[in-house]
């Protein structure tokens, strides 16, 4: 399967600052990049995603970034809030295998 | 729709014993996913399968580990005997078009064998 790597695997925040959170992949031919969001006691739910024709999308406060030249997509959470503290995935594109996944911390 | 739903929600075994997860998917999504997560391994992929056919399961430990979809809409996943070295949270995912498009994941069971 496709070879995901995601960094960093903790990441601690203030409310209100932002959180940026990589992924990078091997299979140039990718073309689909989601991210998921884990809270305790749950199972990953899907935040957001991006298809390879474009190379940013937004929801509100959360965004995705691709850069297919340097094979790697971003998650950016802006004015973080504590409910966004949860364990947030990428997965590897076109493939069903996840990266290690990150563990984002926001402070009050 | 009420999503992927997993039964039974915690499961508490005697080492050697049998244990049957089982797994509902969204109606109507073709490709059924059975991943299980751990502390040091985060979140595997076992095996998947695509109208109702085992297409990969490269990702199942052992042969003590088997998984059935005998129909669009049930499917279980076996561990026959279980090892304590098999407690972890054993999640079921769905979707309607497989890789390139989102996973639907249930709740997950959480399985100790002791």
């Known amino acids: 399967g496709e070879n995901v790597e995601q960094h960093p695997s903790t990441l601690s925040v203030q409310e209100g600052d932002s959180a940026v959170i990589k992924c990078t992949y091997s299979?140039?031919?990718?073309?689909?990049f989601p991210w998921y969001k884990q809270e305790l006691g749950k199972g990953p739910q899907l935040i957001i995603d991006?298809?390879?024709?474009?190379g940013e999308k937004k929801d509100q406060r959360i965004a995705v970034t691709l850069n297919k030249t340097a094979k790697h997509f971003s998650l950016h959470i802006t004015e973080t809030q504590p409910e966004d503290s949860a364990v947030y995935f990428c997965?590897?594109?076109?493939?069903?295998?996840f990266g290690a996944g990150t563990r984002l911390t926001v402070k009050p | 729709d009420a999503g992927v739903i997993q039964s039974p929600r915690h499961e508490v075994t005697e080492m050697g014993q049998e244990v049957t997860l089982r797994c509902k998917p969204i109606s109507g999504h073709d490709y059924l996913f059975w991943y299980r997560q751990t502390m040091m391994r985060g979140l595997e992929l076992l095996i998947y399968?695509?109208?109702?056919?085992?297409?990969?399961d490269s990702g199942m430990p052992e042969d003590r580990f088997s998984a059935k979809m005998p129909n669009a809409s049930f499917s279980t996943l076996k561990i026959q005997p279980s090892e304590p070295r098999d407690s972890a949270v054993y999640f079921c995912?769905?979707?309607?078009?497989?890789?390139?498009?989102?996973?639907?994941f249930g709740n997950g069971t959480r399985l100790t064998v002791t």
């Open positions: 997965a590897a594109p076109n493939d069903m295998r």
């Open positions: 995912a769905s979707s309607p078009t497989g890789g390139g498009s989102p996973l639907h």
């Open positions: 299979d140039s031919a990718s073309n689909y």
């Open positions: 991006i298809r390879s024709n474009v």
């Open positions: 399968f695509n109208n109702n056919v085992p297409i990969d």
